[in-house]
C-alpha cells in the first residue's frame, strides 16, 4: 500500500500520459408534421462534410455535463428550451470523424410541431425508415422529398432515435411530448402510428388510451373546424415522463 496521500497523487499525475479523445454532443431533434417524423438538421458550410446536411451538435466544454451541453446546443443552434431530453446512446467508432477521434454522446428531443422552430438555418428532414418495427440501422432523410446526404454517421444516430422511440411508445408515457398541452384522440393516435410506421385499430387504441390513466378530459373541444369538435384531453402526468 502507497504511503502517498491523494492530493500529492493528483498533483503529480501526467494528464497527458494517455491520449484523450474529443467528446461531442449531437441532438435528435424529432417532431411530427403532416403525419411524418421529422428531424432538424442543418447544413455544414465547413470542412468535413462541407455541403452536406448534420444534426445541431457541439464539443463539451471541459466543466460542463453532458445533458447541460445538449441544452447549449439546442438555444443556439434551434431557439428551443424546456422540452423533453434524454441521453441515447455513445458512438465511438474511430474512424467517424476524419478530423480526429471524436466520441460522440448523443440525445434525443422531442417538441410539439406548434413548439417546433421555423426553418432558418435549419430543415425540418422527413425520416423514411428501411425496417419494421424494431429492427434498427440507418434511415433515409428527405427535404422537399429530395434526399438528404447526412454527414458523418448521423443517418444512424438518427435509427438509433426511432427505434428508441417506437421501443418506448407503448411503454412509456413519451409519445405524449410530441403532442400540444391539449390534444384530441385523433392527434394522440396520429402520433403512434406516425412513430411506428403503420396503422393502429382506432377503437381498441382509444381504449387503451382511455383505460391507460394517463388521460384526463378537459372539458373542452376543439374549435374552428370543419368537422364535429372533437374533445381535448390533456396528460396529467406529463413530468412523468
Known sequence: MTSTSEDDFLQAYDAERFQRPSLAVDVVLLTVVEHSLRALVIQRHEHPYQGCWTLPGGFVGIDEGLADASRRVLREKASLS??????????????????????????????????????????????????????????????????????????????????????????????????????????????????????????????????????????????AVGHRPAELYRFHRRAAV
Not at 115 to 134: D, F, K, L, N, Y
Not at 162 to 182: M, N, T, W
Not at 216 to 221: I, L, P, Q, S
Open 82 to 223: 424546456d422540452v423533453f431530453l434524454e441521453q441515447l446512446h455513445t458512438f465511438g467508432d474511430p474512424a467517424r470523424d476524419p478530423r480526429t477521434r471524436i466520441v460522440t454522446v448523443a440525445h434525443v428531443a422531442l417538441v410539439d410541431a406548434a413548439r417546433a422552430p421555423a426553418e432558418g438555418a435549419g430543415r425540418w428532414a422527413r425520416i423514411e425508415v428501411p425496417w419494421a418495427g424494431h429492427t434498427g440501422g440507418p434511415v433515409e432523410l428527405f427535404i422537399d422529398d429530395e434526399p438528404v446526404e447526412l454527414g458523418f454517421d448521423h443517418a444512424a444516430i438518427v435509427g438509433w432515435a426511432v427505434r428508441r422511440l417506437r421501443e418506448r411508445l407503448d411503454a412509456s408515457p413519451i409519445g405524449f411530448q410530441l403532442l400540444p398541452a391539449r390534444f384530441t384522440l385523433r392527434q394522440l393516435q396520429e402520433v403512434h402510428e406516425t412513430v411506428r410506421g403503420d396503422l393502429v385499430n382506432k377503437d381498441s387504441f382509444r381504449r387503451r388510451m382511455l383505460a391507460s390513466g394517463q388521460l384526463e378530459a378537459t372539458g373542452e373541444r376543439e374549435r
